[in-house]
């Protein structure tokens, strides 16, 4: 590990499990998405501040644990490519 790392070393697994916890919530997004475009009436502000947070949420929290854990893998910094965030 080098002196860059931000904290312990992620097991493969775990990585692998973080990514397929991104897919699964990404899932979910779509379909949300899908759902709301199929209703008779627009999606409302609640609706979408709904998608918005889950998508936040799956950025902030298992997309950029594994990302954290894979830069140092790849000789990679994974906050160089900063999203632009409301």
Known sequence: MSEH?????MSPER????????RSRLS??????????????????????????????????PLGEACAALGPILGLDSDEDSLTRH
């Open 15 to 22: 990585v692998l499990g973080l990514l397929s916890e991104v």
């Open 28 to 61: 979910t997004v779509a379909w949300a998405l899908h759902g709301m475009h199929h209703e008779s009436e627009p999606p409302g502000p609640d609706d979408l501040a709904a998608v918005e947070q889950l998508v936040s949420d799956t950025i902030d929290g």
């Open 5 to 9: 790392s931000k904290g312990p070393e």
